[in-house]
């Protein structure tokens, strides 16, 4: 049966790459009438080992599971498409770029490396966009971890033709932090120092959000007792990853409330239950992205957490960065990746670990994704 990409097939040498065993399973499982939600907990396992007949693999060989969700989520799915979209139809200015991106679009060098090859310039700071590149209106893209209202406000002066990518789940953030302002709130924030989402969200109002990263930070925070007080957090943190900073915080004040919704978005919970439930079943884990990429660099951790002393999780950019030694005496290894990358680096993985006897491929998947968020509205009017 052949229903999948031959091309594919053929350049991966036997190994399907992963949409196209997406597409096989859903082949397979329309054909077979095969229902996906059997399991009690919630976790909803295919156990289809991947084309094992269809593309001739016997299944004798060393396993990997692929978690899934993995890979782009809608905000990096539409902040990349956003970029592609300005280039593909910029009309060409004279020595001009079609675009300019402040800061990494997705935390992701390969996603970057590619939209630079493409023609987009990315810059740190706006200050490095020239006058005239301004003056013949040049789109500026915000990234999808959003900005502060001080760079909004340099973009303004400047007359900047900005589209905006920012994730519309970390606006949320940024329009709560305005409404609990205006009613009189201290916040405290939950996120990493540094990083452009947390910098864009405590700029909204720097003398009332309080950045917090770690229960010991809860000490040096000091509120009188009545103080309006509510908490907000980093959208790429998890539940887990934030539990015990707030039941510190909860423990010393008391009366602190929470957003009528959770700001941890859905991409990032998917993704740590998805790789913790396969890092139970493996001896080591493969967690494809960026160093900067806090979801993925999370991942690991969770990988981590999950495996225990039975084995070692690992974090790539993509598969040369794979050391053989890891996978000595290993069985199965899962592999994941972060919400800004592609799946071909997942691939490339796969394709990597084959040499060394992993030719067996499956996937769990915990929960199927429907998130779809349109293009920008200053794309959606041109
Ligand atoms: Fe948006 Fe979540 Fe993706 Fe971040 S990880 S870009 S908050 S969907």
Redo the contacts with the bound molecule.
Sequence with gaps: MRWFCTAHDADMRGVLCTNCVRLAETVLAMVAGITMNGASNGVRKRVETQMGAASGMSGDGKHIILADPRGF????DR?IATVQTIVKTAHPHSGLPPVYVRRQI?HNRHVVDDLAAQGAVFVEELSEIPDDAVAAGVPVVFS?HGVSPQVQAEAKRRGMFIVDAT?P??SKVHREVLRFVREGYEIVYIGHRGHDEAVGVVGESPEHVHLIEHEDDVADLDFRPGQKLVLLTQ??LSVDETAGVVAALKKRFDWIEEPPSSDI????QNRQTAVKTVAERAQCVVIVGSANSS?SVRLMEVAQEALGERGRAHRVDDAAEMDPAWFEGVDTVGVSSG?SVPDSLVDGVVEALRPLGFTDVSYVETVKEN?HFVLPAALRKR
């Design positions: 989520c809608a905000g990096v902040a997705v999808a994730c789940l970390v959208t790429t978005c859905y991409a990032t979801n919400a998130m």
